[in-house]
């Protein structure tokens, strides 16, 4: 089992910038990949961002593409999102996922944390 813990959500006004952090515990992640989507009121959870853990490798959504960008700190089971130049859009509720950058394929979710992006 893995728990992961979200933070760092908050309000922003549109072209701003925030930094989300997901920290994983109990069972390795080690030979998973872990990933951020969102999920917009009255939407569908979508993929954002993710990356390999062991491989590096980064994979993004079109509509993050060079404004968003995934890391992780293997030493601190830790993986952020920075997102820059926010937009109205960009308002949903983050989740911190683990194992696959489908909806239906992800093992493990964090509980959720809130972006509301103003204009």
């Known amino acids: 089992q893995v728990q992961l813990v979200e933070s760092g959500g908050g309000l922003v006004q549109g072209g701003g910038s925030l930094r989300l952090s997901c920290v994983a515990s109990?069972?390795?992640?080690?030979?998973?990949?872990m990933a951020w989507f969102r999920q917009a009121p009255e939407k569908e959870r979508e993929f954002v961002a993710g990356?390999?853990?062991?491989?590096?490798?980064?994979r993004y959504a079109d509509s993050v593409k060079g404004r968003f960008t995934i890391s992780k700190d293997n030493a601190k089971n830790a993986v952020y999102l920075q997102m820059n130049s926010l937009k109205p859009e960009d308002t949903a509720v983050y989740y911190c996922a683990v194992g696959a950058y489908t909806v239906p394929d992800v093992r493990y979710w964090g509980q959720g944390t809130r972006v509301t992006i103003y204009s």
């Open positions: 109990g069972r390795t992640v080690s030979s998973l990949t």
């Open positions: 990356v390999g853990w062991i491989s590096s490798n980064t």
